[in-house]
C-alpha cells in the first residue's frame, strides 16, 4: 500500500505573502498598543487617584487640624500633634486628624506611601485644582524642589486663618473630580482613535 500526501485546495486569492503584515505596519501596530498600554496605567492611576482624594476628603470631614499634620492618641490617651519633622512618633498609633496634604497622605496607607507616585501625583493634581484653572493642567512631573513648594502652598492654604474642614474637603473632592474628569477625557481619545491592524 502506497501512502499518498493529500494537500487541501488552495482557496482562491490567498497567498502566504498576502497573510504577513510588513515590517513597517507591525512597528507602527506594536508603538501604537505600547502607547494604550500606558494610557491604560494612567487611566489606573487616576482612578486610584480619585480614591485616595474621595477618602481624604472623608478623613478631613471627621477630623482635620491646622498648623500640624498629624495628631494621634498615644498610648496612655493623650492626643499628641505631629508635623512632617517628627512624624515618626506617631508610628503603630491611630491618627484622628489630619491637615490637607496629611489626609491625602493617609488615605493613601500612611507615612510609608509618602514618597511613592501616587501619593506624590494625589498632591499635585490637588495643587493644580487649587492655582490653576483646568486648561493650565501640567501633565509633566515636577522637579523635587517644586514639588516641595507645592506642599508648602497647600500647607499654607491649610493654616490660613478663617480656613474650615469644609473648604478642605471641597478642595480634595474637587481634585478628586479632575481625576476623574482627566480619565474620562482619555477615554474618549482612545474611543475616537481605533487601533490600526494593517
Not at 480614591?51 to 491646622?66: C, H, K, P, T
Not at 493617609?106 to 485644582?129: E, N, P
Not at 478642595?171 to 482612545?190: G, H, V
Request: net charge positive.
Amino acid at each position: 500500500m502506497t501512502a499518498s500526501i493529500v494537500s487541501a485546495p488552495e482557496a482562491a486569492g490567498t497567498d502566504i505573502t498576502e497573510a504577513q503584515i510588513s515590517w513597517r505596519a507591525r512597528r507602527r501596530q506594536v508603538r501604537e498598543l505600547r502607547l494604550r498600554d500606558q494610557t491604560s496605567a494612567r487611566l489606573a492611576e487616576l482612578d486610584h487617584i480619585a480614591s485616595i482624594l474621595n477618602e481624604a476628603a472623608d478623613f478631613v470631614r471627621m477630623g482635620w487640624l491646622q498648623h500640624r499634620w498629624f495628631a494621634y492618641r498615644d498610648d496612655t490617651g493623650q492626643i499628641r500633634t505631629v508635623n512632617a519633622y517628627n512624624a515618626k512618633q506617631m508610628t503603630g498609633h491611630p491618627v484622628i486628624e489630619a491637615c490637607l496634604v496629611g489626609a491625602i497622605v493617609q488615605a493613601a496607607g500612611g507615612l510609608s506611601q509618602i514618597r511613592t507616585q501616587v501619593v506624590q501625583r494625589a498632591v499635585d493634581l490637588t495643587w493644580h485644582t487649587l492655582f490653576k484653572t483646568p486648561q493650565e493642567m501640567i501633565r509633566r512631573t515636577p522637579a523635587p524642589v517644586v514639588r516641595t513648594q507645592r506642599v508648602q502652598d497647600l500647607t499654607r492654604w491649610n493654616d490660613t486663618p478663617g480656613r474650615t474642614a469644609h473648604d478642605a474637603e471641597q478642595l480634595l473632592r474637587r481634585s478628586a473630580r479632575a481625576a476623574k474628569s482627566e480619565a474620562d477625557m482619555r477615554l474618549r481619545a482612545i474611543a475616537r482613535e481605533p487601533l490600526a491592524v494593517s
